[in-house]
C-alpha cells in the first residue's frame, strides 16, 4: 500500500483551519440538536401556501409562543423539494434545504441537491453548496441567496400565524384597505414624501409594486431600507383604478415637448375642455385635472401642471391613457411597534 507523508508544518497549517470551520458552526449543531431531540415536547402547528406552481406545506414547531423550527415541503414536476428553517429569536440561524430529482418512469431518485445557511444575528455568514463548497461571501449568488432564503422564512412565518387577524395594539382596517403580511424587498425614493415599494406578500406569495406616503403612514425611507429582505411586516393597502396620463395634445401637438412619448395602440383617449390647469404644480405631488367630453363625460388625471398646461386650461385637449390599478399603503407595522 503506499502511503502519503506531509511535513508536520503543513499538517499544522490544516489543522487551525479545519478546527475553526468547526468552531464558527458550532452553535448552530448545538442548535440543530436541541431542538431536533426536544421536539415531540414543542407544540405543532401547519399551513399551506399557494406557490406559482405548487401548494407548498408547511409545518412548524413551537416552544410555548417562540417558533423554533419550520419545515416546508415543496412539490415539483420532476420531483420534491423539503426545506428545513432552524430559529432563534424569530431569525432563521440554520436552514437545510434538499431537492430530488426523480426518473419520470421508475420514480427513483436521480439525484439530491443539498445545500446549508448558517447566519449570525438575522446575516448570512456561511453557505455551503450541494458540493459542499462554500460559496463566496459578498458574491451576487451569496446576497441573492441570502434574500431568498430569510424572504421564504418570513413568508412561513406569517402563514404559520393567523394572517387574517391585526396584531393586537394594531388599528382595524377600513372597508376600503386590505389587510396582508409581506416581505420588503426594495424601497425607492419617489419624490418626496411618496416611496415606491416593492412587496412580496400573501400565500401566493405574490411580488408587487405599492406607493407609500411616508408623511402620511409616518415612516422614512430609512425605517423600510433597514427591513429590506427581512421579517415580515403587516400592512394595509389600497388598490384603486386610475387612468394614467400618458400624453396631453392640442391641436395634434404634444405639450409634453421632448418628453412626448410615442402613441400606443393600446392607449385610450378622451377629446375635450381642460379644467383644473389654472397653475402650476408648487408642491412635491401631483395635481389633479380634469377633461370633460362634448357628451359629458368626465376623466381625472393625477399629473404635474406645467406651464404649457396652464396656457391650454379651459381649451379643447386630448389626452391619452392608460387604466391601472395603483396600489398604495395606507398602513405599515414595523417591527417592534
Known amino acids: ?140 449568488e451569496f446576497d441573492e441567496g441570502a434574500r431568498t432564503v430569510k424572504s421564504d422564512c418570513s413568508l412561513y412565518i406569517s402563514a404559520l400565524g393567523d394572517a387574517h387577524a391585526p396584531d393586537p395594539g394594531t388599528r382595524e382596517p377600513t372597508e376600503e384597505e386590505l389587510h396582508e403580511f409581506g416581505v420588503v424587498r426594495k424601497v425607492e425614493d419617489a419624490g418626496y414624501p411618496m416611496l415606491a415599494v416593492d412587496m412580496i406578500f400573501g400565500k401566493g406569495r405574490v411580488e408587487g409594486d405599492f406607493l407609500l406616503n411616508a408623511e402620511a403612514v409616518g415612516v422614512t425611507e430609512a425605517d423600510l431600507k433597514a427591513i429590506e429582505n427581512g421579517k415580515a411586516v403587516q400592512f394595509y393597502y389600497t388598490a384603486d383604478e386610475q387612468n394614467s396620463l400618458q400624453d396631453i395634445r392640442v391641436g395634434g401637438k404634444s405639450l409634453l415637448g421632448e418628453y412626448a412619448p410615442k402613441l400606443h395602440p393600446e392607449w385610450k383617449k378622451i377629446t375635450g375642455t381642460l379644467r383644473g390647469a389654472g397653475e402650476e404644480t408648487a408642491g412635491d405631488l401631483p395635481d389633479e385635472i380634469t377633461v370633460t367630453s362634448g357628451d359629458g363625460a368626465t376623466l381625472v388625471f393625477e399629473t404635474f401642471i406645467d406651464p404649457a398646461m396652464v396656457a391650454a386650461n379651459g381649451k379643447t385637449v386630448t389626452v391619452y391613457y392608460e387604466p391601472r390599478f395603483m396600489h398604495t399603503i395606507t398602513y405599515l407595522k414595523l417591527p417592534g411597534e
Open 1 to 140: 500500500m503506499k502511503q502519503l507523508f506531509l511535513p508536520c508544518a503543513v499538517v499544522l497549517a490544516i489543522l487551525p483551519a479545519t478546527a475553526g470551520a468547526q468552531q464558527d458552526t458550532a452553535h448552530h449543531r448545538a442548535a440543530y440538536a436541541e431542538i431536533n431531540d426536544n421536539q415531540k415536547s414543542y407544540r405543532y402547528v401547519k399551513a399551506t401556501l399557494d406557490d406559482e406552481h405548487a401548494e407548498v406545506k408547511i409545518e412548524g414547531w413551537y416552544d410555548g409562543r417562540t417558533l423554533r423550527k419550520i419545515l416546508a415541503t415543496i412539490p415539483g414536476e420532476h420531483g420534491l423539494g423539503v426545506e428545513e428553517y432552524y430559529l432563534e429569536a424569530g431569525a432563521p440561524l440554520f436552514v437545510y434545504t434538499k431537492y430530488d430529482t426523480r426518473d419520470m418512469q421508475s420514480g427513483k431518485v436521480v439525484a439530491v441537491v443539498e445545500d446549508r445557511y448558517y447566519f449570525r444575528d438575522g446575516a448570512l455568514f456561511k453557505w455551503l453548496d450541494h458540493e459542499k463548497k462554500q460559496v463566496a461571501p459578498g458574491s451576487a
